[in-house]
């Protein structure tokens, strides 16, 4: 048996460290060198991962996972893990608690270039669902979503909805709405929805605030050329304004004209499935009680075609619901 070969016994600590160093040499390796550095970070990532998550035989160590915990942090390893693999371990550490405390929530919270740098993973095809899967589990955690919303970075989430591929670009969306989820925000990209439906009461509130800037990025969305994006652009702002949590956006946006006239046109679209998430827009304004005056004289000029146009619209839809409230703004109409 030769033991001068035999590999010295890394702790936890040890491993971590030497992640962070391979990490740090596959960014500037190439060819040969750089598969054997990846196959050494898959190696040592493996690793980190039963040590916070344990393995067939025996569960992590609270000690052991507060030890790789602690060096993370002090090597400053989550800003550089971008990889499939890595997202267990963000996972794990996110949901670790000390008493009422996040230590690792609290982490990246004063450290916000982590939170962005996934964000921007979105530009690399290379990482991009890597990244978008670590944002997911970082914008599950109110006080990381609300760095994120009330960021310019938020504003960004269009560039990554509309110009990238489409796995990457629903991803997106995802945690576009996610980030809302105080009030369910969204697209084609799965993140963005994460962000605006997740922490309501904090979504509604940066609504408010930024009703204008928010509105002009979202119409972006619901006018795209795109039909993936915009059928589910047009179904979050259905739940958007449906959630009683933005009672004060719902009635602001109903107020406005223009908005009405851009779903009566979808209600034309030559996509069913369009039309039918316009309905959903469109009934808002029709069934609210107190219609601005520019609202009503819209609807009561167009009275007629309207009555003409849902009597034929969606009949084959077995959906009672449905069937039910086109009801109601058939007899709503009439007395305009």
């Not at 996040?102 to 979105?122: C, H, M, Q, W």
Request: aromatic share 10%; charged share 25%; glycine share 2%.
């Amino acid at each position: 048996m030769n033991f001068f070969n035999r590999q010295k016994t890394r702790s936890p600590g040890e491993t971590v460290r030497a992640l962070r160093e391979s990490v740090l040499r596959l960014d500037q390796s190439s060819g040969e060198a750089r598969k054997r550095i990846s196959e050494e970070v898959s190696r040592l990532l493996a690793s980190v991962k039963t040590s916070l998550s344990g393995d067939a035989e025996s569960d992590p160590s609270p000690d052991v996972i507060a030890m790789v915990a602690n060096e993370v942090y002090a090597s400053e390893l989550l800003s550089l893990l971008a990889r499939k693999d890595s997202c267990q371990i963000y996972n794990t550490l996110l949901r670790r608690q000390i008493g009422s405390r996040s230590p690792t929530v609290e982490y990246i919270s004063n450290r916000p270039d982590i939170i962005f740098a996934t964000l921007k993973g979105y530009a690399n095809p290379d990482i991009a669902l890597n990244t978008g899967m670590i944002l997911k589990e970082m914008l599950r955690f109110e006080p990381l979503a609300r760095i994120l919303l009330f960021s310019d970075q938020f504003f960004t989430f269009p560039q990554y909805i509309e110009n990238t591929t489409f796995g990457i670009s629903c991803d997106a969306f995802a945690n576009l709405k996610a980030s809302q989820q105080p009030m369910t925000i969204l697209m084609r990209a799965d993140r963005v929805q994460e962000t605006l439906t997740r922490h309501k009461p904090m979504v509604a509130q940066w609504l408010d605030a930024n009703y204008d800037r928010f509105f002009a990025m979202y119409n972006t969305l619901i006018l795209s050329s795109n039909y993936v994006t915009k059928r589910q652009s047009l179904k979050l702002l259905g739940e958007i304004l449906l959630d009683r949590a933005n009672y004060a956006i719902m009635t602001r946006y109903i107020a406005n004209d223009a908005n009405l006239k851009m779903m009566m046109n979808f209600l034309r679209d030559k996509s069913r499935n369009i039309q039918f998430e316009a309905f959903h827009v469109f009934k808002v304004f029709v069934a609210n009680p107190n219609k601005p005056p520019q609202i009503a004289s819209i609807l009561r000029r167009n009275k007629d075609r309207l009555l003409v146009f849902l009597k034929e619209f969606h009949n084959d839809k077995d959906d009672e619901q449905f069937n039910d409230e086109k009801a109601f703004l058939v007899e709503q109409i009439k007395q305009l």
